[in-house]
Nanobody, 118 residues
Framework: VQLQASGGGLVEPGGSLRLSCAPSGITLNKYAIGWFRQAPGKEREGVACISMNDDSTYYKDFVKGRFTISRDHAKNTVYLQMNSLKPEDTAVYYC????????????WGQGTQVTVSS
């Protein structure tokens, strides 16, 4: 079971990207799904999580108002819309099952690199 992140890339400060999370072996609708990121030399940090039951959303303060997590039940996909990107958002982004927001995750696979630079 793995969740694969995609959609990263190079973007200028102030730009936008939309990340997608596709599962292999599970139905996302049965789990709380989240995103965390890890930059070189830094610890992993949670970014956002969307609940299983009612799609309630949770964000770390540093992305509130800029990032939006959403779920497309029909496509079994979770998205992270990232707007107003900053250089400090540069990291590898992973999607995973939220076991205990914002600290514990499971079933993450290959992440996607997001680089914010001019």
């Amino acid at each position: 079971v793995q969740l694969q992140a995609s959609g990263g890339g190079l973007v200028e400060p102030g730009g936008s990207l939309r990340l997608s999370c596709a599962p292999s072996g599970i139905t996302l609708n049965k789990y709380a799904i989240g995103w965390f990121r890890q930059a070189p030399g830094k610890e992993r940090e949670g970014v956002a999580c969307i609940s299983m039951n009612d799609d309630s959303t949770y964000y770390k303060d540093f992305v509130k108002g800029r990032f939006t997590i959403s779920r497309d039940h029909a496509k079994n996909t979770v998205y992270l819309q990232m707007n107003s990107l900053k250089p400090e958002d540069t990291a590898v982004y992973y999607c995973a099952v939220c076991v205990s927001w914002p600290y514990e995750y499971a079933y993450w696979g290959q992440g996607t690199q997001v680089t914010v630079s001019s």
